[in-house]
């Protein structure tokens, strides 16, 4: 009898064995589905799939509980530019999903509202448009959601607060957001270097710049939109548009919540070209104090192609000329 009841227990043991495994094995599995989704075309090398439940709980995207259940996804600013899947209402043990700024289009899925642990959903600062879910009503119910600064037209009056989809990020009469990234060659193709100026020939003559010459320093350089009025001096209006763009970045700013935990500060320093069109375009981060502070700037720094007015391009002998911009912004915790 006691050898049937150990045999018994050994049975049942090895069955909740290989229901563990296999539970996490497909809950991998799902979560790289829904990483690839997330990430899009472009991709980030930074957010990478996973072979196992040990390096799911590992990463600083994702939280675990003591059993190895995936509880939490954080992948603010973690620069995303694909859509979110209905694959994710799979991960059932999900108690937040931060997706925040990032640059995600599409649809919010239907279905999140079967995830019985759900408890947060933050998709602030992407470009998701309408319709919204059928069952979004009864998920507002439970949980609280926050779809600010987004792109959604003709939202239901009664979800609008309820749903904190108010603040849209210069929605009506701007740009497209599929002109966020513009890749461009930052580089001059014959000698590989970017030109610091244009000198002037010994005749005192014009030099044609090349079509794809990419300048530092220019007779007018290009400047953030909106300080284009009448009778103003050339050095008033750059200062005023250096106070614009100031204004737009530190309104707009967010502070990592990864940098905030980690107690990190520091300078991010963005390097982009002002096209001849006043698009951004090869926008990149060349220093980075961590904690995501670099791709918090990069964020805002691509943003700059989605509000209303372009930036006035930089110019050179009476054409408008490709020219490298150097922006520094500074991470200080306060407090």
Known sequence: MKKSIKLISTVLFLILLTYTSYSQSDQVKILNDVITALKGEQGNLDVKTFSTIKEVCN????TCDQQGR??????QFANLNGYIPEEINQLVDLEYINLTFNYLDGVIPNGLSQMPKLEELSIRGNFLEGPLPKDISQLSKTVDIDLTQN??????????????????FNLEGCRSPDSIFLSVDIRDKTSDKILDSVKPKVENKKKNVEKDETLKRVE???????????????EERHKCAQNKMLQFIYKNLRYPHEARTQNIEGMVVVQFVIL??????????????????????LWIVNRMNFICDKWIPGMQDGDSVKVLYTLPVKFKLEG
Do not use: H
């Open 59 to 62: 990463s600083r995207y994702i």
């Open 70 to 75: 995936i509880e939490g996804l954080d992948f």
């Open 151 to 168: 792109t959604f037209k003709n939202a239901d009056p009664k979800w609008v607060n309820r749903l904190n989809i108010t603040n849209q």
């Open 220 to 234: 007018s350089m290009p400047r953030f939109p909106g300080c284009e009025e009448q009778g103003i001096s050339e």
């Open 276 to 297: 001849k069109n006043g698009d951004i375009g090869g926008a990149t981060v060349k220093r980075d104090p961590g904690g995501r502070c670099g791709n918090a700037a």
